[in-house]
């Protein structure tokens, strides 16, 4: 089976581990919808998001959706024009 391998890449393999877990905080003001819907929207960071999730829906989401990050960094050098 092929994989992917980049440098560092056993640096990260288990970062995760590393990062505490954090607790979920509803802002009411941001609620919309059905409270009893079994839908949230998570804002924050990626892991630290998933990693508050674990606890409570570990082996029961049905789907993650992470919308990538945009123009985070001097690294990373994007830009969109809308024609």
Do not use: C
């Amino acid at each position: 089976m092929p994989t992917l391998d980049w440098i560092g890449k056993r640096a990260v393999l288990n970062h995760h581990r590393d990062i505490p877990f954090h607790l979920l905080k509803e802002d009411a003001e941001l609620a919309a919808g059905d409270p009893e819907s079994g839908n949230l929207v998570v804002q924050g960071d990626n892991l630290l998001a998933l990693k508050a999730l674990l606890p409570y829906y570990a082996q029961q989401a049905k789907l993650i959706y992470i919308d990538p990050p945009y123009n985070t960094s001097p690294a990373v050098t994007l830009s969109a024009s809308l024609l």
